[in-house]
């Protein structure tokens, strides 16, 4: 009898191992790898040797004859920002991927594409592995999607969906989701790398031989990874994560990977009562409910190309026990711990004794180098119970020396700033405007500027 070899595959990454461990080497997920049945040596040999003599010389063709195959087949979304993000809206024959925690709104803001789509005269398809006809319908009804060009189909089988999206004629296909999907001839539960990889295969060959855009939802993990594989990522061309706070707040679509546009862009949105609505001034909603207590800062930050003002609060209370606290929500940690240190070393503010906790108001996550400034301002504005000016915003990176140096984008912070009613700037001395108040290194930002009781 053939032994049937077998190999562990973890469902994080993909990578394959010999034997089975708790802990994936490559990705370090726990507890992620399952035994696959591997191909036996003999399929493995015929592949090969196949490989090696039976091809053929491609025909390949000058760069200048060919045709750019987009031009006009987008369809639009119906929210302009999230166009934007997409390129231009949502290019046929190419397969996207909506990235997003359960909850934070995936489903209604594709039934509301759906609706716009199918009100434009297209045929749409919607389809769901995870939820009834009738609570699909209920959401559609709240959404206003009416149109009879919209279809409805509940399925879980990779199969099916691949063949209806190649016959079924329709310019739209959403998918929701990936988890669901299975194919009969894979043993493996659905959500697994070998489900996840060969549905969506499947899916977006359908796709690109009729000419259908199709929309992959897939649901990410609280670490923000993609649940189950993260190797549909690669085989799609477009992948937008949804972000955000799922109890209220603002919530942000950008594309972290697109083959036909850029990756910049970002799209904020809000949940109300009749679905997903874009925020069209996200700095005056931001700043509507603030007050000027110590710790608070506002800070003129970039998301993709957009201008925005967000605050920064920074609460600083003595430990009572143990190790100090130190928390942030919306910044990461570890930038936030190197920040406390240069805060001691460079401005003698005592702070090895003190519970530091951050929040960035909004439910926004903040990947600018420029907010160092304005965390390290709110940190010292809480810790000394002073405060700023409040007609001051505030921007810059911060070294390790406590040097204060240049970002991308002045010119665009300081126009929202002024736009918003804000009298200067406290941003690196490199800039050259009237209304920034440079300032070379921490030390003298906080002697200078942070004298109001
Ligand atoms: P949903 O789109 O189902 O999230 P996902 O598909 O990402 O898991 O819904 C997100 C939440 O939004 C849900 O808890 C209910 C809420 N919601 C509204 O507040 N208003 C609405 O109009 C709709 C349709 C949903
Ligand atoms: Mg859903």
Not at 147 to 158: Q, R, T
Not at 372 to 379: K, S
Not at 395 to 413: C, Q, T, Y
């Amino acid at each position: 009898m053939v032994k049937v070899k077998s190999r562990f595959v973890c469902q994080n990454c993909g990578s394959s191992f010999a034997k089975w461990a708790g802990r994936c080497e490559n990705c370090g997920e726990w507890n992620s790898l399952l035994e696959q049945v591997a191909p036996t040596e003999a399929e493995a040999k015929s592949a090969l040797a196949k490989g090696a003599v039976s091809g053929k010389k491609l025909q390949a063709v000058s760069i200048n004859t060919i045709e750019p195959s987009d031009s006009g087949s987008r369809l639009g979304t119906g929210f302009a920002d999230l166009d934007t993000v997409l390129g231009g809206g949502i290019l046929l024959g190419s397969v996207s991927l909506l990235a997003g925690q359960p909850g934070i709104g995936k489903s209604t803001l594709l039934m509301q594409i759906c609706a716009h789509v199918s009100a434009a005269g297209h045929k749409v398809l919607y389809v769901s592995g995870e939820e009834s006809a009738g609570q699909v319908k209920l959401r559609a009804v709240r959404l206003g999607a009416t149109s009879d060009l919209l279809h409805f189909a509940s399925s879980a089988s990779g199969n099916d969906i691949a063949k209806t999206i190649e016959e079924g004629g329709y310019d739209l296909v959403i998918v929701d989701s990936i988890q669901t999907l299975s194919l009969a001839e894979i043993s493996s539960a659905p959500g697994t790398v070998s489900q996840v990889s060969n549905c969506g295969n499947l899916i977006i060959r359908a796709a690109k031989a009729s000419g259908t855009a199709v929309v992959i939802v897939g649901h990410v993990t609280k670490e923000g990874t993609l649940a189950g594989p993260k190797v549909l990522e690669h085989l799609v061309d477009v992948v937008c994560n949804f972000e955000g706070d799922r109890y209220g707040g603002f919530k942000t679509v950008r594309a972290v990977k697109n083959r036909f546009g850029s990756t910049t862009e970002v799209a904020i949105f809000e949940m109300a009562d009749k679905g997903l609505k874009e925020v069209k001034n996200p700095s005056e909603a931001l700043l509507s409910e603030r007050q000027n207590t110590d710790g608070s800062i506002i800070m003129a930050t970039i998301e993709g190309t957009r201008p925005l003002l967000v605050e920064i609060q920074a609460l600083v209370n003595p430990t009572n026990f143990g190790y100090p606290k130190r928390t942030a929500s919306g910044f990461d940690l570890n930038r936030l711990n190197i920040l406390i240190a240069v805060l001691e070393k460079r401005t003698k503010l005592s702070l090895q004794d003190k519970d530091i906790f951050i929040n960035v108001v909004g439910g926004l996550r903040l990947n600018d180098s420029a907010a160092d400034l304005a965390i390290c301002m709110a940190i010292a504005s809480a810790a000394a119970g002073r405060k700023l000016n409040d007609k001051i915003v505030v921007f810059g990176e911060v070294g390790l020396g406590g040097e204060i140096r240049s970002v991308i984008a002045p010119d665009r912070r300081i126009a929202e700033a002024k736009k918003l009613g804000f009298d200067h700037a406290i941003a690196p001395a490199t800039i050259k405007d009237k209304f920034v108040l440079p300032v070379k290194d921490l030390r003298s930002a906080l002697v200078k500027y942070m004298n109001n009781k």
